[in-house]
């Protein structure tokens, strides 16, 4: 169980983006420590591009090979949108990278490719190269037991391969093994003086009153654990891959991969590879955050879980929680979608999240379609409700979008305390008042990834009581 601890005096935890982006580079930094690291990886990129996942498609081995190049050497400033449009494809440097989106189809194209490739040759390749959704910055990962031997080609290419795996291969591995050791025990050390400083904090100073706006005073007032709920975007990947929406039923019995004899042997490999990782998505960690600082304010933790390691017994309890994602991200949300009137649908036509309208009022719609999906240029929709856990004593917090801008757009505005008391106001909520159930459905732009322009779209009670 973990739990975030944030805001300590004299000590703050960086911002999880940093973190990530951090421990990205030290990990490069580990595998590439010797020039023997770096011929091997890119020997290793050489059999990527060379291989059938790649053939046919020069741009995206071209891509691979710039964003490696660039991370082995360090350039991370290099490997953003407009710098790789304009460096690698020769666009003009005022290019407009909201209507030319050829960086982002190119780094799709590549994460699709790296897929087939793992999941055919995973086993026995030595490195592992990911491009993680939204990022230009690829994650190498070097497994021991897979080492990579060039072949006789590559060895008369590039004369000192051989001598290098002979004479560097111990002394590398053991420079590896200790780094590993020293980045293990400065971690220990980071965090114990965290939890050190927390106790601390919190015995010897007064907390903060307790947040008074609504939904938090329902969340932090109860005496009953917080729990946090981050979203599954490896579930949402495999949907995407295979088509097959996969039910809360499904997921509570970690039948992740619904009918696997209907799946070509290289896909049902795919999807396997994905379900290695137990990660939440990039929007989730800033979210988390934010939550956490405002727990913090009020003298109230928070224990943070990832979708998979939830059981339905956990839910089955008098705990409060906050869900991250739609149920096509975060499945375990769909079971509080009989206390909503606007409902996450997915449209198999479509291949998307559509959001339906149980019971429209006057100048509302039955559905509401995003006309953009993840990373484009477009409008989606999200939805911020405060319900009751069914059968339970428990609060629960939806924060969910029908893409991941959509959910970043609920988080930042229901962790925006003055903004999100306007929006209940608006909705003819009282921010300061007693508790109350209700839905509002975000409507928002979209722009090479970010959400602009959110807009409340429709407030409904779940109280009994008409809004606004």
């Known amino acids: 169980m973990l739990v975030i601890l944030l805001e300590l005096p004299s000590l703050k935890v960086p911002d999880m983006s940093q973190i990530h982006q951090t421990a990205k580079t030290m990990e490069l930094t580990r595998i590439a420590a010797t020039e023997e690291d770096v011929v091997l990886i890119r020997q290793h990129v050489r059999e990527v591009i060379e291989g059938t996942a790649f ?24 490997l953003k949108e407009r710098v790789i449009g304009v460096e690698l494809f020769g666009r003009a440097p005022t290019y407009d990278t909201g209507d030319d989106a050829i960086v982002r189809v190119t780094a799709s194209d590549v994460r699709k490719r790296l ?28 497994d021991a ?8 080609t590559e060895a008369e290419d590039d004369p000192g391969i051989s001598e290098a795996l002979v004479s560097g291969s111990a002394e590398t591995h053991r420079r590896a093994g200790s780094l590993q050791w ?20 919190r015995f010897s100073h007064k907390s903060n009153p307790v947040t008074s706006t609504l939904p938090w005073s329902a969340l932090f007032d109860s005496p009953r654990a917080l729990q946090v709920i981050t979203s599954d975007p490896d579930i949402a990947e495999i949907q995407g891959l295979t088509g097959h929406p996969i039910s809360v039923s499904d997921y509570a019995n970690h039948n992740y991969i619904p009918d696997p004899d ?33 727990a913090h304010s009020s003298a109230k933790t928070i224990d943070l879980h990832s979708a998979r390691s939830i059981q339905v017994a956990n839910l089955q309890t008098d705990d409060n929680f906050i869900l991250l994602g739609s149920p096509r991200s975060n499945p375990w949300s769909a079971f509080f979608s009989d206390e909503l009137n606007f409902r996450f649908v997915y449209d198999q036509a479509s291949g998307q999240e559509i959001i339906r309208n149980l019971h429209p009022g006057p100048h509302e719609q039955a559905e509401y379609v995003p006309t953009g999906l993840g990373w484009a240029t477009g409008q989606s929709y999200a939805i911020v ?28 505005l229901v962790t925006d305390l003055p903004r999100f008391s306007t929006a209940l106001k608006n909705c003819g909520i009282s921010p300061a008042g007693p508790l109350q159930h209700f839905e509002i459905l975000l409507r928002l732009s979209m722009m090479a990834g970010s959400p602009t322009n959110v807009n409340i779209e429709s407030c409904h009670s779940l109280s009994g009581s008409p809004l606004h």
């Open 145 to 152: 037991a897979h080492e990579i031997i060039p072949t006789d």
């Open 55 to 78: 053939r046919g498609s020069q741009r995206s081995a071209q891509f691979l090979k710039y964003i490696v190049e660039e991370a082995i050497a360090g350039h991370f400033d290099a």
């Open 385 to 412: 409700a405060l319900v009751r856990n069914p059968d339970q004593n428990g609060q629960v917090l939806l924060l969910a979008g029908a893409n991941a801008e959509g959910t970043e757009a609920a988080g930042k």
């Open 115 to 142: 897929l087939q490739h793992y999941g055919r040759y995973g086993t026995t390749s030595g490195f592992r190269i990911s491009l993680p959704t939204g990022s230009y910055v690829p994650e190498i990962t070097h």
């Open 182 to 201: 020293v980045v293990v025990c400065l971690i220990v050390t980071l965090l114990s003086l965290l939890l050190s400083g927390f106790f601390w904090y």
């Open 262 to 294: 209907k799946l070509t042997p290289e896909m049902n490999q795919i999807s396997h590879i994905l379900l290695r990782g137990n990660k939440a998505a990039l929007v989730d960690a800033p979210i988390a955050v934010s939550i956490a600082e405002l």
